[in-house]
């Protein structure tokens, strides 16, 4: 069964702290990577995609492990604003439709 | 900013009626997507259309479902007769043709309540 695993937290962080998490997938022909945003009850908005090279968006950093199947999340400086659930999506090549499939989310708490 | 606009945003029905959840994906988009997320619970795949068929469907869409696009803009989804246990958020997604064509961008979501 192909999955997409992540760590439901919640990741409690301070303001200004820096916070990461990771996100297992388990079939190895997945070949594009997605991190969503989602506030509750709205829609999945897309944070960034994440290369094979790692990329870097303001204070997001997105980082792709593919030895051990794994996409990881850096927040630094973390902004009360953060707060919301991260969700990965895996698109799998194999699949002729471009279907995403995701994973369970990861809350995260900014506190001041 | 284009973006993916759907309504209604709150459908109320009763079991085994039918409903019809509307989508107008952003113009220069050519795929088009149907997830449903259960409260609580993971964004699940439903079907994806490109060049006016269906590319792939999950398990959940039986055949009480269904897709169509009927004009240059709108795609729907259509559940011919609703049960319980379709209450979910609907979320519509498209995707623009080329590279980056697997980046989808969400709808803001239709939120359906059967009872």
């Known amino acids: 069964r192909k999955e997409v695993e992540q760590d439901p937290g919640p990741f409690n962080v301070p303001e200004g702290a820096t916070v990461a998490f990771n996100c297992t997938y388990s079939?190895?022909?997945?070949?594009?990577f997605f991190w969503y945003r989602q506030d509750c009850r709205k829609e999945p908005k897309l944070l960034m995609s994440?290369?094979?090279s790692g990329n870097e968006d303001g204070r997001f950093t997105a980082q792709l492990n593919r030895a051990s199947q794994y996409i990881s999340l850096l927040i630094r400086d973390s902004k009360l604003s953060d707060s919301a659930t991260y969700l990965c999506?895996?698109?799998?090549?194999?699949?002729?439709?471009?279907?995403?499939?995701f994973g369970g989310g990861t809350r995260v708490l900014v506190k001041p | 900013e284009p973006e993916v606009t759907q309504t209604p945003s709150h459908q109320v029905t009763q079991m085994g009626q039918e409903v019809i959840l509307r989508c107008v994906p952003i113009?220069?988009?050519?795929?088009f997507y149907w997830y449903r997320q259960i409260l609580g619970q993971k964004v699940e795949f439903l079907v994806s259309?490109?060049?006016?068929?269906?590319?792939?469907k999950s398990e959940i869409f039986d055949d009480q479902f269904s897709v169509e696009r009927p004009d240059g803009s709108n795609f729907t989804l259509k559940i011919r007769s609703t049960k319980l246990e379709d209450s979910a958020m609907y979320f519509c997604?498209?995707?623009?043709?080329?590279?980056?064509?697997?980046?989808?961008?969400f709808g803001p979501g239709t939120r359906l309540l059967v009872l």
């Open positions: 997604a498209s995707s623009a043709p080329g590279q980056g064509e697997e980046t989808q961008y």
């Open positions: 999506a895996v698109n799998e090549l194999e699949a002729a439709g471009n279907k995403l499939t």
């Open positions: 079939n190895s022909a997945s070949q594009s």
């Open positions: 994440v290369y094979s």
């Open positions: 259309f490109y060049n006016n068929e269906i590319s792939e």
């Open positions: 113009s220069n988009h050519l795929y």
